[in-house]
């Protein structure tokens, strides 16, 4: 039976996982191949790029703007740059689906640009926090000039004399660093940016790659500097764009909690800004093999071999936050599965996700029957050693990885695990139910 990615979905206690998959494209990396491919002049040819909806989210918001992009038959993506500040007025709104990186990407784009936009985006994205790019923009010269600053729908104005500007990131996100970093691009002079806790650095590593004037230091106190000087063509160039390991987390924690799971998982970015998780799984006592390794446009791909564990609890600090943030959903279920006391520390940004992911992961914990506590940002996961209840249905709120980890979870535990809708999947990995099917998984639409 196929699977499709829509209504409601149910996942059955599974014998065992096995087989080998290739994990699609990486959803940052894809954004920004081909946000910076659109400033070059020329062509940017794009091997691997993810095919999801968050991506055509962006890829139909770079058309709105002149560029022109062409899918080849071998699945390549063909970007015609139209150079640094040459993206035209878009004559319709630009909707962006769910896709927060979309939303605040295109906006750092726009706020150089001599360009109205309105920018549009589903229930989830309209009730995410906007004015954390908002301020940095508005000091570029960018301005709000319809609706509420802080959420979507409303309308930017990019600047056209925009300054340079020198901004210390109050949040860590890799969004507003890169939404600047972009904008910087079309800037006179230097933009600088200062980060005192470091997120994913794709953006730096494609700038090198595209030829911008960056350079990367570190401050008086020791906190990475990232300075551009705008301006400069960018060069057209060719990008592999390695495996996402925020979807391979999901395929790994189903191997580790399914008794008698062997799963080959290629094409697995492996990068300090993103796969800390991999650590932490290992700490937890995973056996997880790394098979080969190779590069792919800068970042470090692998080829990991992971085996069924029965895991134990661990402590993580808050300050793995950053490069783990798309991750505790599904560390909280491996933790359900795991003997022992699992702490997580430091998830408040979980809460501004594509849902309230804080209470995401309380809820899927209480209603699947795993005991746990929170105080504010923390939370205290008391693993059952290998067994899960379930028998629960989990409204997603439209979010991927809610989905996801639900789902995951359902594979291993004594009753069906049901999420009300699998269709968000599709914004981030739209290959998930197909690739678990594959490995045997047992997840069925529900009819009803
Ligand atoms: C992303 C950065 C992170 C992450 C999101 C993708 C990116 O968001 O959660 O899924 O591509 O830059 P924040 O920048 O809000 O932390």
């Given at each position: ?6 209504k409601?979905i149910?996942?059955?206690n599974?014998?065992g ?9 990486d959803?940052?990396?894809?954004h920004?191949a ?20 968050d ?8 058309i709105?703007f002149g560029?022109?992009i062409?899918?080849?038959e ?12 040459g ?11 769910n896709?927060g ?5 295109l ?8 360009i109205?936009?309105?920018f549009l985006g589903d ?6 926090p906007m004015n ?7 000091r570029i010269?960018?301005e709000?000039?319809?609706?509420d ?8 104005k ?5 300054l340079?500007?020198k ?11 890169s939404?600047i ?8 002079g230097?933009t600088?940016i ?6 994913r650095d794709?953006?730096?590593n494609?700038?090198n ?12 106190l020791?906190?990475?500097?990232i ?6 063509e960018?060069?057209?160039t060719?990008?592999v ?8 987390a999901?395929i790994?924690?189903?191997?580790l909690i399914?008794?008698?799971?062997s799963?080959?998982?290629?094409n697995?970015?492996i990068?300090?800004t993103?796969?800390?998780f991999?650590d ?12 080969s390794?190779?590069q ?12 069924y564990?029965?895991?134990y609890?661990?402590d993580?600090?808050?300050t793995?936050a ?8 599904i560390?909280?279920i ?8 699992t702490l ?5 940004e979980?809460?501004?996700k594509?849902?309230d992911?804080?209470?995401a992961i309380?809820?899927i ?9 929170s ?18 249905l989990?409204?997603?709120?439209l979010d991927?990885?809610?989905a996801?980890?639900?789902?995951v979870?359902g594979l ?5 695990i049901e999420?009300?809708?699998?269709s968000?999947i ?16 047992n997840?069925?639409?529900n009819?009803?």
């Amino acid at each position: 039976m196929e699977i499709k990615n829509k209504k409601s979905i149910k996942a059955f206690n599974t014998p065992g996982l096995k087989g080998k998959i290739t994990i699609p494209g990486d959803k940052s990396i894809s954004h920004r191949a081909l946000i910076l491919g659109s400033m070059c002049v020329g062509k940017t040819i794009i091997k691997g790029l993810l095919e999801s909806e968050d991506i055509f989210s962006t890829i139909n918001a770079l058309i709105k703007f002149g560029v022109d992009i062409e899918r080849k038959e071998n699945g390549d993506f063909v970007v015609h740059g139209v150079g640094v500040g040459g993206h035209l007025q878009p004559d319709e709104p630009v909707y962006l689906g769910n896709s927060g990186t979309s939303a605040r990407l295109l906006i750092g784009l726009v706020s150089s640009c001599d360009i109205t936009v309105d920018f549009l985006g589903d229930e989830s994205l309209s009730s995410r926090p906007m004015n954390r790019i908002i301020d940095p923009i508005i000091r570029i010269g960018a301005e709000v000039i319809k609706g509420d600053k802080n959420k979507l729908p409303f309308t930017v104005k990019g600047s056209s004399s925009p300054l340079p500007i020198k901004y210390e990131m109050k949040i860590p996100s890799a969004q507003i660093k890169s939404a600047i970093m972009i904008s910087a691009l079309n800037i006179r002079g230097e933009t600088t940016i200062i980060e005192p806790v470091l997120t994913r650095d794709h953006t730096e590593n494609l700038l090198n790659i595209f030829g911008a004037n960056i350079s990367i230091t570190k401050n008086k106190l020791g906190h990475k500097s990232i300075s551009i000087r705008g301006h400069k063509e960018l060069k057209p160039t060719n990008i592999v764009v390695p495996g996402d390991p925020s979807s391979a987390a999901f395929i790994i924690v189903a191997a580790l909690i399914v008794p008698g799971s062997s799963v080959v998982i290629k094409n697995v970015m492996i990068n300090k800004t993103r796969s800390i998780f991999i650590d932490f799984l290992i700490e937890m006592g995973a056996d997880i093999i790394f098979l080969s390794e190779y590069q792919n446009s800068g970042e470090k791909v692998v080829d990991l071999k992971v085996n069924y564990s029965q895991l134990y609890g661990i402590d993580i600090p808050s300050t793995a936050a950053p490069a783990m943030i798309d991750e505790y959903l599904i560390i909280s279920i491996a933790a359900a599965y795991a003997k022992g006391k699992t702490l997580l520390k430091g998830l408040g940004e979980l809460r501004v996700k594509e849902s309230d992911r804080f209470s995401a992961i309380k809820n899927i914990l209480q209603l699947a029957g795993v005991r746990f506590e929170s105080f504010d940002d923390d939370i205290v996961i008391y693993g059952n050693s290998g067994s899960v209840k379930g028998g629960c249905l989990i409204d997603t709120n439209l979010d991927h990885r809610v989905a996801m980890a639900s789902i995951v979870m359902g594979l291993g535990a004594e009753e069906p695990i049901e999420i009300d809708d699998g269709s968000s999947i599709n914004t981030s990995f739209s290959e998930f139910f197909g690739i678990m099917k594959t490995l045997g998984g047992n997840i069925k639409n529900n009819e009803k």
